[in-house]
């Protein structure tokens, strides 16, 4: 069954740092681009970054909202991609999912872990 | 970057009526690269349509999606119980990819 499994959520105070695991099974982890998409509460679906395979030199794309605090990265010899979140914000505050690009250029999400919740507050 | 509106925000209807959800974006979205997502209350989204026309997998033939350049509609062609959901629209087209603010298709 292809799987995708999110860990790692919970409160934190602003300035704080936090990391997001998902853990993937069920498909050659590898062969894809995983992404992180965000859902604040009673907000619609934000995309937070993405990393691609090996062979495109594992590089990796974010929000603006993001960039410079968040960074994603992955183990394809454990089949996780991981979200380690810094300087976090009150606006953090969301759902994180993470997700499967079904594409080459990872674009397009077939495959959705559960999410994870993440609360900034102090 | 390419905003996409949903259109209607709510749309009330009936079990065995035909729903028409519509997305547009605020530029033409290149090579058509749009796809739409089914999300529950309480569940993660699920992919039904991308490349504009092409159904995921396991997603049943009453769906189907259309449109062009800068306009683009999904279809439910006879609504059953468990299709009353939020719907959003992706568009892929641009390099900074986005989505639409969603559609609540609900029982009337």
């Known amino acids: 069954e292809l799987q995708l499994v999110e860990s790692g959520g919970g409160l934190v105070q602003p300035g704080r740092s936090l990391r997001l695991s998902c853990t993937a099974s069920g498909f050659t982890f590898g062969d894809y681009v995983m992404s992180w998409v965000r859902q604040a509460p009673g907000k619609g679906l934000e995309l937070v970054a993405f990393?691609?395979?090996?062979?495109?030199?594992?590089?990796?794309e974010y929000a603006a909202s993001v960039k410079g605090r968040f960074t994603v990265s992955r183990d394809d010899s454990n089949s996780i991609a991981y979200l380690q979140m810094d300087s976090l914000k009150t606006e953090d505050t969301a759902v994180y999912y993470c997700t499967r690009g079904l594409r080459i250029s990872g674009d397009v999400f077939d495959i959705w872990g559960q999410g994870t919740m993440v609360t900034v507050s102090s | 970057e390419i905003v996409l509106t949903q259109s209607p925000g709510t749309l009330s209807l009936s079990p065995g009526e035909r729903a028409t959800l519509f997305c547009r974006a605020s530029?033409?979205?290149?090579?058509?690269?749009l796809a739409w997502y089914q999300q529950k209350p309480g569940q993660a989204p699920r992919l039904l349509i991308y490349g504009i026309f092409s159904r995921a997998t396991g997603i049943p033939d009453r769906f189907s999606g259309s449109g062009s350049g800068t306009d683009f509609t999904l279809t439910i062609s006879r609504l059953e119980p468990e299709d009353f959901a939020l719907y959003y629209c992706?568009?892929?087209?641009?390099?900074?990819?986005?989505f639409g603010q969603g559609t609540k298709l609900e029982i009337k």
């Open positions: 992706q568009q892929y087209g641009d390099t900074r990819w986005s």
């Open positions: 990393i691609r395979i090996k062979a495109y030199g594992e590089t990796a």
């Open positions: 530029q033409s979205v290149y090579t058509n690269y």
